[in-house]
């Protein structure tokens, strides 16, 4: 439990991941444009398909009044591209569109532009910054989305691997240990017993856990509370996304899998196979439903299945092993418990040797892939994560080496001699619970994981990002972010008002490789408008995580820096 509550401490000291799951390409009317008269909509495009069922797309004129239309739609059919119908008879002035869309990874990614129209006029009562914060989620509602993914990742090892340890280890032991009697019959009834309701508890909080996490998917998208996003109607548009449809789908297979685990009257080939399926099926929704299914599917989807099932079949073993074993063997005598503990031990431990050797094979594989560079372990949230769940998993495999040449050997001593467990017992009953506890804090990590966009993911395509510089709002783009030529666009809203930052006096731009020492190399950047800069053949080579750093001097007293990390491949 020590562990698990450390690690959820590190976890929360990680810092978010900067909404880089889907980058926003252009817009029309582009970031600080000037046009003559007001357009009929604003369309924004990205790098890859978002949802907007959601309505998220907002426009503000300087009063901070909404003048859009409100319905939200790709254009054309296009799933790349959203736009949002403005009212009619808009007059000149300065306008603020904001966006928050689904992307393909599920996750929302939020951001805003100021443009004018005619010869503009006062400065928007609103900056672009505090109309974004108004339509984000609020801490309570990310947290309680963090604990709702832990716990389905907790019913998924209850449920899927105590299924596997009932088939792969308790069934095999009693047929090798071929007892019968009184005390065999009332321990076979009792592991039965013990087994069925956490199957059952499994699937009552997976279930739970999958409805939660539509309602909290609503309540993000739509930037509302929990019991908002209880109508129907937000409900049925979460359902109509891919991360709706694949959670649906789940929270039915627990239903299934809780339904056919209940009833008393179907046959045992029948109902292994039905559990079976589905306890598959639901292994594999965190790959349909994550990260997974947009970076590299055909390699990451499978991979990620087996690494989920790899730690259902060793998590479930070890709850099996410390709270449905003890059942049983409370029902026989003392000199008939300690072989059946052993010969279940021994078993398990092969299987765990198994299910450990493929997640972590699966895990490495995907870290691979997901991660840009080694340096992104300790450079990207996603890649801290990454670490705390491998320590938590190598202090696990250490514990099991553990048990399995210490414990393991005394309870067959033990067993050999016709001895009760004794001494040995109580250690295997301690060491098991540490493992639950470090298992918790796998699981918090787990969750983490789902949350932080992957480094990969960001990569591959014109690079967009914001951070504040001094009293600014800087936005950089960076097309194509490929080795070789660049062209970069720098421009600087007043985090305020959401006007055209034009207050600065000196403005440099560098660029640095660190894992490659590379640089500082500095970019000219011309003056291309009111707060705007462009660098239009900027070289940036070799691919990696390059460093961006801003510094923009306003007065002879005040200076700013700002650093952006801009992915090139």
Request: proline fraction near 6%; glycine fraction near 10%.
């Amino acid at each position: 439990m020590r562990a698990a509550l450390l690690s959820l401490a590190l976890l929360l000291l990680l810092p978010q991941a900067a909404g880089a799951h889907a980058v926003l390409d252009g817009s029309v009317p582009g970031r600080g444009a000037q046009v003559d008269r007001p357009p009929e909509r604003v369309t924004l495009r990205f790098d890859e398909p978002v949802e907007v069922a959601f309505g998220s797309v907002r426009v503000f004129d300087a009063a901070g009044e909404r003048v859009d239309r409100g319905a939200t739609a790709h254009p054309g059919g296009r799933a790349d591209e959203v736009a949002v119908g403005l009212r009619r008879g808009l007059g000149d002035g300065i306008y603020t569109a904001t966006y928050r869309v689904i992307s393909a990874d599920a996750h929302p990614v939020a951001g805003g532009f100021t443009f004018t129209v005619g010869a503009g006029g006062a400065a928007p009562r609103l900056g672009v910054d505090e109309l974004i914060d108004a339509g984000s989620a609020g801490p309570v509602t990310e947290g309680a989305f963090g604990v709702v993914r832990a716990l389905s990742y907790l019913a998924i090892a209850l449920g899927a691997g105590g299924l596997a340890f009932a088939l792969a280890v308790w069934r095999p032991v009693l047929r090798d240990a071929g007892r019968a009697g009184r005390g065999w019959d009332e321990a076979r009834a009792a592991f039965a017993a013990r087994s069925r309701t956490l199957v059952l508890a499994a699937a009552a909080t997976g279930a739970l856990a999958s409805a939660l996490g539509i309602v909290l998917q609503g309540a993000t998208a739509t930037t509302g509370s929990f019991w908002s996003a209880l109508d129907p109607d937000v409900a049925g548009d979460v359902l109509g996304t891919r991360f709706g449809i694949v959670w649906g789908l789940r929270l039915a297979a627990w239903a299934a899998l809780g339904l056919v685990a209940a009833l008393p009257r179907v046959a045992p080939p029948v109902r292994a196979a039905a559990l079976g399926a589905l306890a598959a099926f639901i292994c594999l929704t965190p790959a349909l439903a994550g990260h997974a299914s947009t970076v590299d599917p055909a390699v990451l989807i499978p991979a990620n299945a087996l690494h989920v099932g790899a730690m259902a079949v060793w998590v479930g073993g070890v709850a099996l092993l410390l709270l449905a074993l003890p059942a049983a063997t409370r029902r026989l005598e003392p000199a008939e418990r300690t072989p059946l503990l052993a010969a279940a031990v021994a078993r398990f431990s092969s299987v765990a040797v198994l299910a450990v050797a493929a997640l972590v094979a699966s895990g490495v594989l995907q870290a691979i892939v997901e991660l840009e560079a080694l340096s992104d372990l300790w450079e990207s949230a996603f890649g801290r994560a990454i670490l705390v769940k491998a320590g938590l998993v190598v202090a696990l495999i250490a514990l099991g080496a553990w048990n399995r040449t210490r414990a393991r050997p005394r309870l067959a001593r033990r067993a050999s001699a016709g001895h009760s467990p004794g001494a040995a017992g109580v250690l295997l009953r301690r060491t098991l619970a540490a493992e639950i506890g470090l298992m918790a804090g796998v699981f918090a990590a787990t969750a983490a994981l789902a949350s932080y966009a992957p480094p990969s993911s960001a990569a591959g395509g014109p690079f967009s990002g914001s951070a504040a510089l001094g009293p600014a709002r800087m936005e950089l783009t960076v097309d194509p972010a490929r080795p070789g030529p660049n062209q970069l666009h720098l421009y600087l809203f007043d985090r305020r008002d959401g006007t055209q930052f034009d207050r600065v006096k000196e403005l440099r731009l560098t660029a640095r490789l660190p894992e490659r020492r590379i640089g500082p190399l500095a970019l000219r950047a011309h003056k291309a408008g009111p707060g705007h800069y462009v660098v239009r053949h900027a070289h940036i080579a070799p691919a990696g995580d390059w460093r961006l750093e801003v510094s923009a001097r306003v007065s002879e007293f005040d200076a700013y820096t700002a650093t952006l990390e801009v992915p090139v491949e």
